[in-house]
């Protein structure tokens, strides 16, 4: 439970706020490179920390990330005519390069120097991996975080993005509270229905895993187990990382590479930008049944709108599209069978700013109020001066999330750091050019 103050604190990320400060100082997933298919392509609205921006691609094939509103007189950007190295404003004709410089006043004299003198809000971009990266920081942008996903090698990375209708703090507690997962998402299943001895069979057998939780420079992991067999133990290690990544325990240990970033749009809705190694285990966990949950969500086309972008076919317009008699036969738990859906139910349906002053959190919550403890400390710190955790470290981002079977008494933090290290360093060899 959190005071209102703290609920504030954590979860509004507006322009001045000091979650949105906190998060400013660390380079954000904006857009998917696809989003801007070609040179000169139509301009893009893109919602980010709570400010309407215009994401464009130049002759060039330079992405530009400006504000919304020309700095002449106000009309929108979107509106513009993308041409010849530049953003041009249909009013007036005063048009922009990536940087914000203004490249041409044509309708000011030919003796007027107010071009040179005038500069548009724009923000850095670099991509990588097929995701556009900003910087809406400091003057000097610090390097990318050396996260394994947007490490891969040209080719070998897969990204795609979804919609949460509610705040980005909300939809990540989701991502840590792991007990979920017997319930939610696997409670119609039962083990005599599973591969026995595989990951997904032990996480049937037993919905009650006991976690461990440490502390991090770059945010927490925990490690969840149950038991595997005499004397050993099936465990699932995932992270939290600042400001707003997340790790599950999908796949393996040291050979699964994803990662997803819960980017705020603003306060009551979030995109959630999945980087993932193509090919990579797709299913939530070892193991086969007939009555898995699927893993592909359907979109909807994505539409100019600021909030048009990525927004899943069954959404809470239309009840997620839950079947009662589904859910009644128990073929799923919650009468839904797209993962991300049945996620985006319960996490939406809490509001668009979950109200924490009234919960009743558990022994099974622990992961979700150290995160909140890490997050309040850091945004603290920041506020006060000190530096935001991470931002000049990227080599604290080489961490691996997944499962692994260990003997008891086996270490599986020791496991874990050393396997996201490995994954890491393959990955640092292999990356392309550094942000
Ligand atoms: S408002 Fe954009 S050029 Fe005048
Ligand atoms: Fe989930």
Redesign the pocket.
Known sequence: MLSAEENALLTEVGPGTPMGEFMRAYWIPALLSSELPHPDCDPVRVMLLGERLIAFRDSAGRVGLIQNH??????S?FYGRNEAGGLR??????KFDVAGRCLDMP?EPPESDFKHKLRARAYPCVERGGVVWAYLGRAEPPPLPDLPANQLPEGEAEVWAVQHACNWLQALEGDVDTSHLGFLHLGSLMPEEVTPDTFLYWSVADRAPRYEVVDTEYGLTYGAWRPAGPGRRYWRVAQFLFPFYSQAPAGILGQHVGTHALVPMDDHHTLRIMMHQRQAERRPIQGRSERLPSVHTELLPNTSDWYGRFVPRANGENDYLLDRKVQRQGLTYSGIWDVRVQDNMVTESMGPIYDRTAEHLAVSDVAVIRMRRRLLQAVRAFAAGRPAPGVDHPEWYRVAAGGVVLAEGEKWLTYAEAAGRRLGASAATTSPERG
Request: proline share 7%.
């Open positions: 020309c700095p002449h007189r106000g009309a950007l404003c249909v009013y007036h004709g005063w309708n």
